[in-house]
């Protein structure tokens, strides 16, 4: 603590008239004390904070990978579905569920990325005036929105108005709409992350507004952007209640988006989650550990990339 | 090529706020125009009106007119990017392109603007770093990206890159306040060779940058701030320097200013 040290007499030059010593008449040595006893509160504060924290974190991640870890381990986890296993048996594997997040996820990404994106740039590059207010408005409550009133508002519009059937694509759809927000804003704090003499460099050299953005800018902040939309797929893969409205568990591997029903990894838990049977109370945890870890992979990818592909400025 | 640039009444505007009040000058081809004045009189807000960058800012606008030899560059038809092209722009902060090479750099207008050919290109960034007299520092790592080079490089290649479009007419706007005085040197000898083939137009607080470059310096002024700017004189540079008409000039380049 260096505050301690103007209080003390011990200084080398602490005799010397002319040394700026500590009896100045300033009240330095109080209120440095002061000060060092309200660091040390705050320190303790703000640690007793964190671990209070940490501890459900870690409890999560204890009873998940000591419960669903050794069916990590186990090859057939990844290469069978369930397909014709009952809850008595040992056995069988979660490829269809782990399928099934995935080309969820990956087709709710190909459609929210795009339409997030370029809101985004809307928003930031061309928007002035109530329009943009407007929209960023809407991306607002978008962000607000419970996923569950998502999934209903889907269903509404999918079974009871179009009276089609629940499928895989209106889970997608309920996806979309939760993704759409998070690529926006993310998007949008990368965007305003590029300098604005990037543009303007790019403008006085006779480049149109269009070309600058998406020559200048989105490199730019093409990797900054690319980590916001890995962390969104990871928020939207864990998503549970649309799943649980518009896309019903089947053991069986789906690749339909159209038709039938497609299993998930959280369908998959709520499947089996009042099982007494121990198989598949294994089996449960197994699979609420895959999708930790694939989550765990898609927001390690994202710190990656934002660590490595940032360019220099 | 270079071009006369021919100032009538031009104001500037922020919104409602008046920047710039009612300029009017005539700067020559291939000569070198110095701006000078006290900070936030308005120089950066009148050279950006030259090559219609001051419109990108949101709710500032233009009155009067800026005519190139004879076309009006604020008339109805006019395409404020064709205008970018004709005139271009080195500003006081170098910004290179962080995703782009040296020589990306370089031919970024050209490339940005649809020219293909690795030939041409090749050229271009060989003869536009040659003319900014950064070709003998670069020419071995060219694809190293142009952020990794010293302030003073990172400037002349934003003077490489804005002559690599072949504009008629380049405007500086406190191109060397950021760099070291070996660095500044290097610049002003750069300005001092293109004036052969460019009108220029520089902003400097530095007065012996404005009397070692220029051939014609102005001077703007404001009465308070909140006010606009103004232009006060322009003359010959060794005129302003010597023997200044107006009172606040003479004590805006001794120094004497307040
Ligand atoms: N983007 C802007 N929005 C609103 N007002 C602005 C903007 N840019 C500049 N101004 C105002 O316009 C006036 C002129 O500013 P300008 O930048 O042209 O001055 P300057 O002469 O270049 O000053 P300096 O020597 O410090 O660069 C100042 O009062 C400034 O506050
Ligand atoms: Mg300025």
Redesign the pocket.
Known sequence: MTTIDLASDARPNAGRPDAPGPNLGLGLEHRSRGRAVRNQLARIVMWTAFAIAMVPLAWILWSVISKGGAMLLDSHWWTNSQRGITNRVVGGGAVHAIQGTLMQGLVTAVIAVPIGVMTAIYLVEYGRGRLATAVSFMVDILTGIPSIVAALFIYALWVTTFGFQRVAFAVVLALVLLMIPVVVRSTEEMLKLVPNELREGAFALGVPRWKTVVRVVLPTAFSGIITGVLLGLARVMGETAPLLILGPYTKNIATNLFGGLMPTLPTMINQDRTEVLQPAVDRVWGAAATLILLILILNLAGRLIAHFGRPKT | MAKRIDVKNLNAY??T?R??EDVTMTIEPRSVTALI??????????IRTLNRMHEV?P??RVEGSVHLDDADIYAANVDPVGVRRTVGMVF?RPNPFPTMSIADNVVAGLRLNGLKNKTVLAEAVEASLRAANLWNEVKDRLNKPGAGLSGGQQQRLCIARAIAVEPQVLLM??PCSALDPISTLAIEDLITELKSRYTIVI?T?NMQQAARVSDRTGF?NLVE??QP?RLIEMDDTHKIFSNPSIRATEDYISGRFG
């Open positions: 922020y919104g706020f920047a710039v004045g006290p900070s936030g009189c308005g120089k950066s807000t009148f800012i709710g500032a006081q706007d406190e902003v607080h703007f701030t909140g700017g």
